[in-house]
C-alpha cells in the first residue's frame, strides 16, 4: 500500500472522482482516502493518459537492484577495507601507516585529506581502497542503514595484549556481515609482542588462522616501524582476487555516502564511495534526501578531478544538503526527477518526524523521570560532522542513571546547525536538543524559547555523556 488515491489523483491533477471510477472499471473498490499498492496505482496512471514511474525509496533501490550489469561489462575493482579492533591496538596508526605506501600519491603529490576513505596505489599498481573511521561504530551504523561498502575486513590486534573485548565484538560484526577477516597482529616491534599467543586466543573466538590449520590469512605488523604492511597488502589482494571483485565503470554511477559535512567555505560535502559506475563532474545525483549537480569533486589528495570510478572515494559538492553516511547516491536524469525524488523522501521524512506527537514540556518531562513515570529521556542531535553526531548518539543511548530504567531516545540525529525543524521535533516529544559544535539559527532559538525546548551547546563528547547520565538520575534539572 503505497499512495492514497487522493494523493495520486493530486499527482496527476486528475478529479478524484476520475481516479475512483477508473478504479472500479478494474475492479477495485476505493474510497478517496484509501490507499492503493503500486502496481494498481501504475494501471490507473498508464489508463487515465499518464506516463507512469514510481517515486519512492524502493523505487531506486530497485534500481540498483534491477538492473543487473552484463557479465562481458564488469571490470576487476579495488577492494574497499575497514580496519577494526579493539582501543589502542592500533587501528588509527594502521591505518596513517598504510597511507603512506602509496606511490601514485607521492608522484602526484597534493595534501592528504581526511575525506573518510582513502586509496593507496601498490607499486604493482593495483590499488586498494581503506574506510578512515576506523573502529565498527561507523561500520555497523552504515550496515543499520543497509549500506555495506566494506569488502575485507582487518582486523587489529596488539601483540603484546592479545584479544580484548573490542576484538571479540568485531569478530563478531564481520561475520554478522559475512565479510571475510584479516588478521593484522600489531606492534610486533615490542619485544613483549607474542603473535602465538593472539593466534590462540583467536582460535577460541572461532577465528581460524592458515598456521592453526584454518583459512583466515594473519600479518605481523608494525604499525610503527613498518614492519609487515607489504605483506597485509598482498594478503587483503589475495583476499580480493578469491572475492572476484568486479563492477561495470561504464554506466551512471551509483555509491554509498561514507562521510558528510557542512562545509564553511565549500557548503554541503558529502564523500561518497563509487559501487559502480563513472560519477563526473556535472552529474545530476540524489543522496538520500538530498539532490544536486555535481559541481565538483575532489579526491583523497585534495585535488579536483573530472571522475571517479568503482571503489574511488571522493568528495561530492554541489549538493542542496547535507546526506547521511550510509545514504545512497545515484545518478539520475533531470534535475526536474532530482527533485520530484528528494521532495518525496524529505516530506516522509517530515511526517515521520510530526508522527511524534506527545505535548508538554521538558520540565515536566523532568517532573515525570524524578517520579519514575517516564522511562525515556528524548534528545536531539546536532553536530558538525557525521561521525561525532554517531558516536554520540551511540553513546546516549548506552548511557543509563543509576536506576537504569530510564533511558535516553534519540528522536533525530543529523549534521548542520540547529533549526525549526529540530526544536518542533523535540518539543514534540518533551525532549532536549543537543548542538555538538553547531548553533542553533535566530529562528530556532525564537521558536525554542518560545516552546520552553532546551538547546544545549557543547564541544565535548564526554561533557554530553556526563551531564545527561546526572540528567537520568534526576539530578541536573533543566536550565531554562
Ligand atoms: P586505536 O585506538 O586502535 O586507533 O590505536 P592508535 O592507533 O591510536 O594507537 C594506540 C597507541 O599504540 C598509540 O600510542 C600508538 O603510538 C601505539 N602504536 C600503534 N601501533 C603501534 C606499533 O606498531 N608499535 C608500537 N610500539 N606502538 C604502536
Same mark, same amino acid.
Given at each position: 500500500e503505497v499512495i492514497t488515491v487522493q494523493e495520486l489523483a493530486n499527482r496527476m491533477a486528475e478529479r478524484g472522482a476520475d481516479v475512483i471510477k477508473t478504479l472500479m472499471k478494474m475492479g477495485v473498490m476505493a474510497t478517496i482516502t484509501q490507499t492503493i499498492d503500486a502496481d494498481t496505482a501504475e494501471l490507473v496512471v498508464t489508463e487515465l493518459g499518464h506516463?507512469?514511474?514510481?517515486?519512492?525509496?524502493?523505487?531506486?533501490?530497485?534500481?540498483?537492484?534491477?538492473?543487473?550489469?552484463?557479465?562481458?561489462?564488469?571490470?576487476?575493482?579495488?577492494?574497499?577495507?575497514?580496519?577494526m579492533g579493539h582501543v589502542d591496538h592500533g587501528k588509527?596508526?594502521?591505518?596513517d601507516a598504510l597511507r603512506h605506501t602509496d606511490v601514485a600519491g607521492r608522484e602526484a603529490g597534493g595534501i592528504t585529506q581526511h575525506i573518510g576513505a582513502y586509496q593507496v596505489q601498490l607499486p604493482s599498481g593495483s590499488k586498494i581502497t581503506f574506510i578512515d573511521t576506523p573502529g565498527h561504530a561507523a561500520f555497523t551504523e552504515m550496515r543499520a542503514?543497509?549500506?555495506?561498502?566494506?569488502?575485507?575486513?582487518?582486523?587489529?590486534?596488539?601483540?603484546?595484549?592479545?584479544?580484548?573485548?573490542?576484538?571479540? &565484538?568485531?569478530?563478531?560484526?564481520a561475520k554478522a556481515a559475512k565479510v571475510p577477516i584479516i588478521v593484522a597482529i600489531n606492534k610486533c616491534d615490542l619485544p613483549q609482542a607474542k603473535a602465538e599467543r593472539v593466534r590462540n586466543e583467536l582460535l577460541q573466538? $572461532?577465528?581460524?588462522?592458515?598456521?592453526?590449520?584454518?583459512?583466515?590469512?594473519?600479518?605481523e605488523v608494525s604499525a610503527k616501524t613498518g614492519k609487515g604492511l607489504d605483506r597485509l597488502e598482498e594478503a587483503i589482494l589475495l583476499q580480493a582476487?578469491?572475492?572476484?571483485?568486479?563492477?561495470?565503470?561504464?554506466?551512471?554511477?551509483?555509491?554509498?555516502?561514507?562521510?558528510?559535512?557542512?562545509?564553511?567555505?565549500?557548503?554541503?560535502?558529502?564523500?561518497?564511495?563509487?559501487?559502480?559506475?563513472?560519477?563526473?563532474?556535472?552529474?545530476?545525483?540524489v543522496a538520500g534526501s538530498e539532490w544536486g549537480r555535481v559541481r565538483a569533486l575532489v579526491n583523497d589528495r585534495g585535488q579536483a578531478v573530472d571522475e571517479a570510478?568503482?571503489?574511488?572515494?571522493?568528495?561530492?559538492?554541489?549538493?542542496?544538503?547535507?546526506?547521511?553516511?550510509?545514504?545512497?547516491?545515484?545518478?539520475?536524469?533531470?534535475e526536474a526527477r532530482a527533485r520530484e525524488i528528494t521532495e518525496y523522501r524529505q516530506r516522509k521524512k517530515r511526517e515521520a518526524q510530526a508522527a511524534q506527537q506527545a505535548r508538554g514540556s521538558l520540565e515536566q518531562m523532568f517532573s515525570k523521570i524524578q517520579a519514575g513515570e517516564a522511562k525515556e529521556l528524548?534528545?536531539?542531535?546536532?553536530? $558538525?560532522?557525521?561521525?561525532?553526531?554517531?558516536?554520540?548518539?551511540?553513546?546516549?543511548? /548506552?548511557?543509563?542513571?543509576?536506576?537504569? &530504567?530510564?533511558?535516553?531516545?534519540?528522536?533525530?540525529?543529523?549534521?548542520?546547525?540547529?533549526?525549526?525543524? $529540530?526544536?518542533?521535533?523535540?518539543?514534540?516529544?518533551?525532549?532536549?536538543?543537543?548542538?555538538?559544535?553547531?548553533?542553533?539559527?535566530?529562528?530556532?532559538?525564537?521558536?525554542? /524559547?518560545? $516552546?520552553?525546548?532546551?538547546?544545549?551547546?557543547?564541544?565535548?563528547?564526554?561533557?554530553?555523556?556526563?551531564?545527561?547520565?546526572?540528567m537520568l538520575t534526576g539530578m541536573l534539572a533543566p536550565t531554562l
Open positions: 506516463r507512469p514511474h514510481r517515486v519512492s525509496e524502493a523505487d531506486v533501490e530497485l534500481g540498483v537492484i534491477g538492473d543487473q550489469d552484463r557479465t562481458e561489462d564488469l571490470r576487476p575493482r579495488p577492494p574497499v577495507v575497514t580496519v588509527t596508526s594502521l591505518l542503514r543497509g549500506a555495506t561498502v566494506t569488502d575485507v575486513v582487518v582486523l587489529v590486534v596488539a601483540a603484546d595484549d592479545g584479544v580484548m573485548p573490542q576484538t571479540v &565484538e568485531a569478530i563478531r560484526h573466538h $572461532d577465528l581460524v588462522v592458515e598456521d592453526m590449520g584454518g583459512e583466515v590469512l594473519d600479518v582476487e578469491i572475492l572476484e571483485l568486479k563492477a561495470n565503470p561504464e554506466r551512471p554511477a551509483e555509491g554509498t555516502i561514507v562521510e558528510a559535512k557542512l562545509d564553511k567555505g565549500r557548503g554541503p560535502v558529502g564523500t561518497v564511495l563509487i559501487r559502480r559506475g563513472t560519477l563526473r563532474v556535472g552529474d545530476i545525483v570510478g568503482p571503489a574511488t572515494p571522493v568528495e561530492v559538492l554541489g549538493l542542496t544538503g547535507v546526506p547521511l553516511a550510509g545514504d545512497d547516491l545515484a545518478v539520475v536524469g533531470t528524548p534528545v536531539v542531535i546536532k553536530g $558538525d560532522v557525521q561521525g561525532s553526531v554517531e558516536a554520540i548518539a551511540g553513546a546516549l543511548e /548506552k548511557a543509563a542513571g543509576d536506576n537504569s &530504567e530510564v533511558k535516553v531516545r534519540v528522536l533525530f540525529s543529523g549534521v548542520g546547525a540547529i533549526t525549526e525543524s $529540530d526544536v518542533t521535533l523535540a518539543n514534540a516529544s518533551d525532549g532536549l536538543i543537543i548542538g555538538f559544535n553547531v548553533r542553533a539559527n535566530p529562528q530556532a532559538r525564537e521558536m525554542a /524559547k518560545r $516552546d520552553g525546548v532546551e538547546i544545549r551547546y557543547y564541544s565535548i563528547i564526554y561533557n554530553i555523556i556526563d551531564d545527561v547520565k546526572q
